[in-house]
């Protein structure tokens, strides 16, 4: 018997803890992304996978059910460093502490696809993918450009397409890597001298399909905002299909494949010529339609002019011109006629009363009067001569220079002035003495009472 005073034990069975630490586990911890190297793996006839995901210090069993790895993009192997994203649990048979996988990728592509979602995010964003931002594709290209490896497939199918569809087209070919550590720089480079040099209407940048891995340098930030800055249209086709990358997002135009980038740069040459083919056949029938109309225009004109012909009525002016220059002319000779005799009437009146002989006698007076005036000057002249003798012999019986002719002296200061009194100089002072001929210039050496 057990005593009362005895507590009574809560007692686990194996499976009871399993199943608590089981329950425990999946509440506890959500689905969780771990990474680590594949060993021990086994596949049975169930389908299922069951494997060790280790590291340096630790490892974890996994299970991964059939319903689940049929979607793998990969076969998975031992030492194959993978990424899964599992939920926690325990296997209670056993009590092995495991991870039940729900998805598995290669661990260098998962990185590489967070890393494309998360630049593909950022640059959406931003609005690099912006529909109302990407350039139309010209309807007929004067020169595509194609920017891949010359080397491979793309290339070559798009070659074959363009020769199938439109051949007259021009392309020019820029060659880069297409994968490597070199590529993102080469073809930003070759976008680069595209822009620069204008000679294309449109650029396919293409390459065969691949992993993730060999379709990283189309996941470039780098080329994704040279693609964004083309000012030339830009056709993306990389890879497959089913493969998407940033340069799909960011180009003008995605195309699955290269082939169906060279078909959508360039119309169906056939489609053309039908085109042209109908075209040709409606201009011809409105041309013709065109040509019967105004040939009706025309025969309806042409019945009027026969009926306002201007023959008749030219030749009616053409005799009235006739006759009115005979008029003009027989106008013009009676005015001549009237006009001349007019002219010898004026003639011999003028002739009547022609000024000739009152000029002579007028000339004939002016030369008497000139005659007179000249002896009249010539006389007044003398007159005058005798006159201006006389008073010039009396001028010089008064002037002071005859006073000077008979031995008298003007005589006057330094400053010009005459001197009528010895009082106005003091001895020293210098005088000067202007005689008939000549001046004295003199110093003052006494002065005496008069």
């Given at each position: 018997?057990?005593s009362?005073?005895?507590?009574?034990?809560?007692?686990y069975t194996v499976?009871?803890?399993?199943?608590?630490?089981?329950?425990?586990?999946?509440?506890?911890f959500?689905l969780?992304?771990v990474?680590?190297?594949?060993?021990?793996?086994?596949?049975?006839?169930?389908?299922?996978?069951?494997f060790t995901?280790?590291?340096?210090?630790?490892?974890?069993?996994?299970?991964?059910?059939?319903?689940?790895n049929?979607?793998?993009?990969?076969?998975?192997?031992?030492?194959?460093?993978?990424?899964?994203?599992?939920?926690v649990?325990l296997?209670?048979p056993?009590g092995?502490f495991q991870?039940?996988?729900e998805?598995?990728?290669?661990?260098?592509?998962?990185?590489?696809?967070?890393?494309?979602?998360?630049?593909?995010?950022?640059?959406?964003?931003?609005?690099?993918?912006?529909e109302?931002?990407?350039?139309?594709?010209p309807?007929?290209?004067r020169?595509?450009?194609?920017?891949?490896?010359p080397?491979?497939?793309?290339?070559?199918?798009?070659?074959?397409?363009?020769?199938?569809r439109?051949?007259?087209?021009p392309?020019?070919?820029y060659?880069?890597?297409v994968?490597?550590d070199?590529a993102?720089a080469?073809?930003?480079?070759?976008?680069?001298?595209?822009?620069?040099?204008?000679?294309?209407d449109?650029?396919?940048?293409?390459?065969?399909?691949?992993?993730?891995?060999d379709?990283q340098a189309?996941?470039?930030?780098r080329?994704a905002?040279?693609?964004?800055?083309?000012r030339?249209?830009?056709?993306?086709?990389?890879?497959?299909?089913?493969?998407?990358?940033?340069a799909?997002?960011?180009?003008?135009?995605?195309?699955?494949?290269?082939?169906?980038?060279?078909?959508?740069?360039?119309?169906?040459?056939n489609?053309?010529?039908?085109?042209?083919?109908q075209?040709?056949?409606?201009?011809?029938?409105?041309?013709?339609?065109?040509?019967?109309?105004?040939?009706m225009?025309?025969?309806?004109?042409?019945a009027?002019?026969?009926?306002?012909?201007?023959?008749?009525?030219?030749?009616?002016?053409?005799?009235r011109?006739?006759?009115?220059?005979?008029?003009?002319?027989r106008?013009?000779?009676?005015?001549l006629?009237?006009?001349?005799?007019?002219?010898?009437?004026l003639?011999?009146?003028?002739?009547r009363?022609s000024?000739?002989?009152?000029?002579?006698?007028?000339?004939?007076?002016?030369d008497?009067?000139r005659?007179r005036?000249?002896?009249?000057?010539?006389?007044?002249?003398e007159?005058a001569?005798?006159?201006?003798?006389?008073?010039?012999?009396?001028?010089?019986a008064?002037?002071?220079?005859?006073?000077?002719?008979?031995?008298?002296?003007?005589?006057?200061?330094?400053?010009?002035?005459?001197?009528?009194?010895?009082a106005a100089?003091?001895?020293?002072?210098?005088?000067?003495?202007?005689l008939?001929?000549?001046?004295?210039?003199?110093?003052v050496?006494?002065?005496l009472?008069?």
């Amino acid at each position: 018997m057990v005593s009362p005073a005895t507590p009574r034990r809560d007692v686990y069975t194996v499976s009871r803890l399993n199943a608590e630490a089981n329950d425990l586990l999946e509440s506890h911890f959500p689905l969780i992304w771990v990474e680590g190297e594949i060993s021990n793996l086994s596949r049975p006839a169930s389908g299922h996978l069951y494997f060790t995901l280790k590291d340096a210090r630790a490892q974890v069993r996994c299970a991964m059910f059939r319903n689940r790895n049929r979607h793998l993009g990969f076969r998975p192997e031992n030492g194959m460093q993978v990424l899964v994203r599992a939920g926690v649990s325990l296997y209670q048979p056993r009590g092995d502490f495991q991870l039940i996988v729900e998805v598995m990728e290669e661990a260098g592509h998962g990185a590489l696809q967070r890393a494309f979602e998360e630049l593909k995010r950022r640059l959406a964003e931003e609005g690099l993918f912006d529909e109302s931002l990407k350039q139309p594709l010209p309807a007929l290209p004067r020169c595509i450009g194609v920017i891949t490896s010359p080397s491979g497939a793309a290339i070559r199918d798009i070659l074959s397409v363009l020769a199938r569809r439109f051949p007259a087209v021009p392309v020019l070919v820029y060659p880069v890597a297409v994968q490597g550590d070199e590529a993102v720089a080469e073809i930003i480079a070759a976008l680069d001298v595209a822009n620069r040099r204008r000679d294309c209407d449109v650029l396919i940048l293409a390459r065969g399909g691949g992993s993730l891995e060999d379709l990283q340098a189309f996941n470039d930030e780098r080329l994704a905002r040279a693609i964004h800055a083309s000012r030339i249209p830009v056709v993306s086709a990389v890879g497959h299909e089913i493969d998407f990358t940033i340069a799909d997002f960011v180009a003008d135009r995605r195309a699955p494949t290269p082939s169906a980038a060279a078909e959508m740069v360039v119309p169906d040459r056939n489609e053309w010529l039908a085109r042209l083919r109908q075209l040709d056949a409606r201009m011809a029938q409105h041309l013709r339609r065109r040509l019967q109309e105004m040939r009706m225009r025309l025969a309806t004109l042409e019945a009027r002019l026969q009926r306002q012909h201007p023959g008749r009525r030219l030749r009616q002016h053409s005799q009235r011109l006739d006759e009115l220059g005979l008029r003009l002319e027989r106008a013009l000779r009676q005015g001549l006629h009237r006009r001349r005799h007019r002219l010898e009437a004026l003639e011999a009146r003028l002739h009547r009363f022609s000024p000739m002989p009152r000029l002579a006698r007028t000339r004939q007076r002016l030369d008497d009067l000139r005659h007179r005036l000249i002896q009249a000057t010539l006389a007044r002249v003398e007159h005058a001569r005798r006159e201006c003798g006389t008073l010039a012999r009396q001028l010089h019986a008064v002037s002071p220079l005859a006073t000077l002719e008979r031995g008298y002296a003007i005589v006057t200061d330094g400053q010009g002035r005459i001197l009528r009194s010895a009082a106005a100089v003091e001895p020293g002072d210098r005088v000067e003495a202007r005689l008939a001929h000549g001046r004295l210039g003199c110093r003052v050496e006494e002065i005496l009472e008069s």
